[in-house]
């Protein structure tokens, strides 16, 4: 598979989840770096926000994107996600396999999205916002020591800081679960998500708002 034709280099990784990407319990990375998802735990395809998406029963499924040496401390992740009222679990989640860093860590509940991260003395709250039902794009980005949570292209106000130092390793990086050191997967999301994209540098407000209106 090819990148779309006039990607940004700086993305790193893109998983539409549509027909064409799919391969059994592969998830291909239409980004041109070749990092393939694998599907776990029976994750299925639905009816997504833009062609097929992906279900996740809050119980064992996830979809693992591999290792990525993407920059900690500069980055963008977009994402579209299904609120049903009755949602729960991590969207999405960077963490050290060997170590106690973890960034981004985007979680959604019944009522709102939260973007934290953690290092290894201490968490960052940098922001939550309301997630009334139906599908919402959500992003988070981060360059040195602004963080910026944004929903439906709009930005939230951030109502706490980063963790600071966030380790240089390379990191898994998951869809749907949530990952600690010396536990394991955990945190299992029970919703719907669509059309993930990881970048290593920070997004614009303008780029965040034209990726939000071109599948809305």
Excluded at 72 to 90: D, I, K, M, N, P
Excluded at 181 to 209: C, H, P, Q, V, W
Aim: with cysteine.
């Amino acid at each position: 598979l090819n990148a779309p034709t006039g990607t940004d280099t700086s993305l790193k990784g893109y998983w539409s989840f549509n027909g064409k990407d799919l391969s059994g319990t592969t998830a291909h990375d239409r980004s041109g770096t070749g990092t393939h998802g694998t599907l776990t735990g029976g994750t299925s395809i639905t009816e997504g926000k833009l062609g097929q998406g992906l279900s996740f029963d809050g119980v064992n499924d996830y979809v693992d994107l591999g290792s990525h040496v993407a920059k900690q401390t500069v980055y963008s992740a977009t994402l579209w996600v299904y609120q049903s009222g009755a949602s729960s679990g991590f969207l999405f989640f960077r963490g050290n396999s060997g170590g106690c860093f973890y960034n981004p860590r985007v979680s959604i509940d019944s009522t709102s999205v939260t973007y934290t991260e953690s290092g290894c003395s201490s968490t960052g709250l940098i922001g939550s916002a309301p997630l009334p039902l139906g599908w919402h794009h959500v992003a988070v980005t981060r360059n040195g020591s602004t963080s910026r949570l944004y929903v439906d292209g709009k930005l939230m106000p951030t109502t706490g800081s980063d963790a600071g130092e966030l380790g240089t390793s390379n990191a898994q990086v998951i869809i749907g679960a949530g990952w600690e050191y010396g536990i394991g997967y955990n945190s299992y999301l029970n919703t719907k998500t669509d059309e993930f994209r990881l970048y290593d540098r920070e997004l614009s407000a303008n780029e965040i708002l034209g990726l939000y209106n071109q599948s809305r």
